[in-house]
């Protein structure tokens, strides 16, 4: 028997894994209930009651140059020395995003925004705003076998698609001397458009979080929350479509993370799709590549089992 594992800085997932598939109950713990590594760990083990060969583990957080991996914005580092210890069996340590590249070609639950479908086995690509913005490419190497290549393509500068945008992009610039995709695609981002948006419209920001601006946004009840969530779509679609150009990303560009998801049904009636193919002179060349939305239950657990 083994075990995989998903660790972001509020929850803790962890799932046996049997016969190469997923089994059992999901073992869910919040994460800042730990004194340390160890003890959530055998506190995860300790409920499995099992011993296992071997171990997956996804950790919210940049993966460093000695492999360990220090939960972003949690007190939790995890070494493969430190996991080894509690859970006396051979670890694999990975970035959360990484596995979330890795479990792609084998998620069933998406959402396709347009395009066509294929099953061949062609290069994916994947984005994921969440805390931050993540960017990966997911290449076939034959016989089934994918190969992931994370970068930082979230820290790449960001292109104004129109004059709104450019209006929006000048405050920011002002504000943070650098704009990246991060910066308007993940949770700070949201509330990064809604600021900017608010001092467009010449109004004064309330104190909103990114989830209470896209709930406002969303249901159309705060036109300053609508417009931000609209243009937080349209630069959504136009990423992803730049992501698709740059990796030849012919079998899909998949949108994962924690914020797409939950709001499915707006993002197909945004801008996302028009944003996408909007391409210039090369606009045929993405016109067919499919879109889609990750509503996987896992991501990270399912991605985790792809490492083992």
Not at 32 to 40: I, P, V, Y
Not at 138 to 154: D, I, K, Q, Y
Request: with cysteine; net charge negative.
């Amino acid at each position: 028997m083994e075990l995989n594992g998903d660790i972001g800085a509020t929850n803790a997932r962890f799932q046996c894994v049997e016969g190469g598939a997923r089994s059992g109950e999901v073992w869910l713990g919040e994460t800042s209930r730990f004194a340390s590594t160890e003890d959530l760990l055998q506190a995860a083990c300790g409920d499995f009651g099992a011993r296992f060969e071997r171990t997956a583990i996804a950790v919210a957080g940049p993966q460093l140059d000695d492999g360990s991996i220090q939960v972003t914005n949690g007190k939790l580092r995890f070494t493969v020395a430190s996991c080894h210890e509690a859970l006396q069996c051979p670890v694999t340590l990975i970035n959360d995003f990484y596995a979330v590249a890795k479990g792609v070609p084998y998620f069933r639950s998406l959402e396709m925004i347009g395009g066509t479908p294929t099953f061949e086995d062609l290069t994916k690509a994947v984005l994921g705003p969440g805390t931050g913005l993540g960017m990966a490419t997911v290449s076939p190497v034959g016989n089934g076998v994918w190969h992931v290549l994370a970068g930082e393509g979230g820290h790449a500068d960001l292109s104004p698609g129109s004059h709104l945008e450019t209006e929006l992009w000048s405050i920011l610039i002002n504000e943070f001397g650098h704009v990246s995709w991060e910066t308007v695609l993940s949770g700070k981002g949201i509330e990064n458009l809604y600021r900017a948006t608010s001092m467009m419209w010449g109004v004064q920001p309330e104190n909103k979080s990114a989830v209470s601006i896209c709930a406002a946004g969303i249901s159309i009840e705060d036109p300053v929350c609508h417009q931000s969530m609209e243009l937080f779509a349209g630069l959504l679609g136009s990423a992803a479509g730049n992501l698709a150009l740059t990796v030849g990303a012919k079998g899909g560009v998949y949108i994962a993370g924690g914020i797409a998801p939950r709001m499915v049904e707006f993002l197909k009636g945004a801008p996302v799709r028009r944003r996408f193919e909007e391409k210039g002179a090369i606009s045929d060349y993405v016109k067919d590549i499919p879109l889609y939305i990750v509503t996987e239950a896992e991501p990270g657990l399912e991605g985790a089992l792809r490492c083992l």
